[in-house]
């Protein structure tokens, strides 16, 4: 992963530095209420139902077994040991205090950590598939272009007060696993004859009003990427509505210019900045890609090490569900990608102890390289692990509670942290999440039903990406009272679809029963291959309104 | 009275601003330094021309620099004016103003922008910063020079740390 150099370091020092004073001057009446608002923003720090939370960048979820280590310091130390990890890869604290920040930035900055640009109207931390760089599908690793995206996004001084936030998102793969199609900015890695480059998709993105990216380049020169970037945010900053927060994305001009139109600003600002010295050169992105080269694999055999994985299914159950469900393809042999499943019963789907997560450093450092990479489904992967260790591992992980084969299932959900933690919620999302994994506890069950994202928002911020799982769920505030509407059908991957809305919302103590009722008009009507969504598009979604809204009661 | 910070120094500000065409009927432009509203500057600069070396304009945050392209050059001073100090726009023009156009004058900031923006301000290309007289200057000197270092491109380093690093 990438490693920082002089220059790297003091600026995060700096950074950190300029945070201390601006928090001791808040602290001593010298700034007001609203002008430190944007600069704790900035910082990743929020103030919150109950103490502030603090956002941690984990930059397109790579982390190493220091780093973890630090951060398990951090929440025994600063907090109440656990930390959360979040829908765009990041790690969240959630009862810091604000005096002490300062010191946890620096603490941070020891291991090449920060909290910059994690929240704000500012340009976010840039994300991407947790599999990069070992993806079967992966037609160039994304990382390098992501590190050099996060060191011009990284205090860049004409975008840090634009009409709103900023997401950007990079994809190298053939299948979709870092929703491009719902970023302010999405980039897919392209090849033209023997060029690489980027198709761009701009104008996506979910909360209040969710979009689907529109394409405005089908091939863009990866040595052109900052100037690009520079310009269409440029047309934001200057063009972007700021008379209303929520017409302030950037989908929203997009949609009001058409997509077309934006493109044509986009071009024309672009090209009286093409040539300027933020043009990428060979150096730099041989420089970037140098710091994701392989780690030293062993050459093994797949076709051995495969025969005797299936052995230890056959004669472990337990396992071979692990096996199945929480371990992927690793493009060389030999080798498998294991995801920690932070998702057992009980458990606030992505929230994590100082003990689990050392342990996890330890894991690393056995069993994959000492590099782990966080997920946007708010689990944590280990990416390289030898197949002839699996087993070893997965004994390890059983009694940390990593084991729950359970990822890619309903019970897998992505969840935000809801009215039990978050100031903007209408509703509460843990429990709702909690009493569907209790409905559910029936691991054959949830097998049968085969891959099924289920997405919990605690209001339309859409922090849980309830339109964009098969099934969707979006806590709604009734009169002070917290309902639930469901929405089906959405799609974050390749065929990018927005879910639609079932009907009138629930109460929370109807929702496993809800739940259950469309998984049973899917059992019911799936052909014997087909996955929920296939069956959704091919039922269409009356079937499930009528079961659900049956006056049976 | 407002201070002005020019290379991190406080210096003496010679400019009057002025807010709109009411304040200017009842100004005599023939002497003074004066900021005109940009509608007012552009009539006032195709009139008389007299004492045009000292006559400036200021730009809101909606500022279409087109308009302005033909006198860009000739302007001794270039005011934006910030709304409200998270109106970002202003970054974003004053970079363009010495990018894109060249303005070789002076660009200054106005109105509300915070202490802690004047850092980026001045990478964005402003030279000199109009602040209220209760800010510290030793703690907006301090602000000035939060970063020794920067990853970008800016009208104060076109070259971006890539092209730097060793």
Same mark, same amino acid.
């Given at each position: 992963?990438?490693?920082?150099?002089? %220059?790297? %370091?003091?600026?995060?020092?700096?950074?950190?530095?300029?945070?201390?004073?601006?928090?001791?001057?808040?602290l001593a009446g010298e700034i007001k209420e609203e002008e430190f608002l944007p600069l704790r923003l900035q910082n990743g720090l929020y103030v919150q139902r109950l103490a502030p939370m603090l956002r941690i960048a984990v930059p397109y979820g790579m982390l190493n077994a220091r780093q973890l280590r630090k951060i398990a310091h951090i929440t025994r130390h600063y907090d109440k040991g656990y930390c959360h990890i979040t829908t765009r890869q990041n790690i969240q604290l959630n009862w810091p205090k604000l005096e002490e920040v300062p010191d946890i930035l620096a603490e941070l900055a020891e291991v090449e950590m920060h909290a910059v640009q994690t929240s704000g109207n500012c340009i976010r931390n840039v994300t991407t598939d947790q599999f990069a760089g070992v993806a079967t599908d992966e037609l160039i690793d994304p990382r390098p272009y992501c590190e050099i995206i996060r060191q011009w996004s990284t205090f860049h001084p004409e975008f840090a007060f634009l009409p709103r936030k900023f997401k950007i998102a990079v994809s190298g793969t053939a299948e979709d696993r870092a929703a491009i199609h719902f970023h302010d900015i999405g980039l897919q890695i392209v090849k033209q004859d023997e060029n690489t480059g980027f198709k761009v998709f701009v104008g996506g993105g979910l909360g209040r009003t969710p979009v689907i990216g529109s394409v405005i380049r089908d091939f863009l020169p990866e040595k052109d990427l900052l100037t690009y970037l520079e310009a269409i945010l440029r047309i934001y900053n200057l063009h972007g509505r700021r008379d209303n927060k929520y017409k302030a994305r950037i989908k929203i001009l997009v949609k009001a210019k058409t997509p077309a139109v934006f493109a044509e600003m986009v071009e024309k600002e672009w090209q009286t900045i093409r040539d300027s010295q933020s043009l990428l050169t060979d150096r730099e992105i041989h420089r970037a890609k140098s710091f994701f080269t392989e780690p030293e694999y062993e050459q093994l055999d797949e076709l051995a090490a495969n025969e005797k994985l299936q052995k230890l299914?056959?004669?472990n159950k337990a396992f071979g569900h692990w096996l199945r469900q929480n371990v992927s393809k690793h493009r060389l042999n030999g080798y498998r990608a294991v995801t920690l499943s932070l998702k057992p019963t009980g458990i606030a789907p992505g929230d994590i102890t100082d003990s689990q997560l050392e342990l996890i450093a330890d894991l690393s450092e056995q069993y994959s390289f000492g590099e782990v990479r966080t997920t946007h489904e708010q689990n944590i992967v280990l990416a390289d692990v030898p197949c002839h260790l699996l087993f070893d591992l997965w004994q390890k992980i059983v009694p940390a509670g990593f084991a729950?084969?359970?990822?890619?299932?309903l019970n897998d959900m992505i969840c935000c942290p809801g009215g039990d933690f978050c100031s903007l919620a209408n509703a509460k999302s843990i429990p709702v999440a909690e009493a569907i994994q209790r409905q559910f506890s029936d691991n054959d069950y949830l097998y049968d039903l085969g891959n099924i994202n289920l997405n919990i928002s605690g209001c339309m911020n859409a922090c849980g990406h309830h339109h964009i799982g098969d099934i969707g769920v979006?806590?709604?505030?009734?009169k002070g009272q917290e309902f639930y509407q469901i929405q089906l059908g959405g799609n974050a991957g390749n065929q990018a679809a927005l879910g639609k809305v079932l009907g009138p919302a629930f109460g929370r103590e109807e929702m496993p029963a809800i739940i259950q009722k469309i998984l049973d008009v899917y059992l019911e009507n799936r052909t014997a291959e087909e996955e929920f969504s296939q069956t959704y598009q091919r039922i269409g979604i009356e079937s499930f309104k009528e079961r659900v809204y049956a006056k049976a009661h | 009275m407002p201070k002005l910070i020019k290379n991190g120094e406080v210096i003496d500000n010679q400019w009057s601003l002025i807010r709109d065409a009411e304040e200017l009927t009842n100004t005599d432009l023939?002497?003074?330094? @004066?900021? *005109?509203?940009?509608?007012?500057?552009?009539?006032?600069?195709?009139?008389?021309?007299?004492?045009?070396?000292? /006559?400036?304009? @200021?730009?809101?945050?909606?500022?279409?620099?087109?308009? *302005?392209?033909?006198? /860009?050059q000739q302007l001794p001073l270039i005011c934006i004016d910030f709304p409200a100090f998270v109106d970002g726009r202003g970054f974003s023009i004053a970079r363009t103003l010495k990018e894109h156009y060249e303005y070789a004058g002076?660009? &200054?900031?106005?109105?509300?922008? /915070? +202490? #802690? +923006?004047?850092?980026? *301000?001045? &990478?964005?290309?402003? #030279?000199?910063?109009? /602040?209220? #007289?209760?800010w510290s200057v030793d703690s907006v000197l301090q602000s000035l020079n939060d970063f020794s270092i920067s990853y970008q491109a800016a009208v104060d380093e076109p070259q971006p740390l890539f092209r730097r690093r060793n």
């Open positions: 992963m990438y490693v920082y150099d002089e %220059h790297d %370091h003091t600026i995060i020092r700096e950074r950190v530095k300029q945070f201390r004073n601006q928090t001791n001057r808040y299914s056959a004669e729950e084969a359970n990822i890619g299932t979006l806590g709604v505030d009734k | 023939s002497s003074g330094y @004066w900021v *005109l509203p940009f509608d007012a500057f552009s009539s006032v600069k195709n009139g008389s021309g007299n004492n045009s070396e000292k /006559i400036g304009v @200021w730009l809101s945050s909606d500022a279409n620099l087109e308009s *302005l392209s033909p006198y /860009i002076e660009l &200054r900031a106005t109105g509300h922008f /915070i +202490q #802690d +923006q004047m850092h980026y *301000l001045h &990478r964005c290309g402003i #030279d000199t910063f109009d /602040i209220p #007289d209760d």
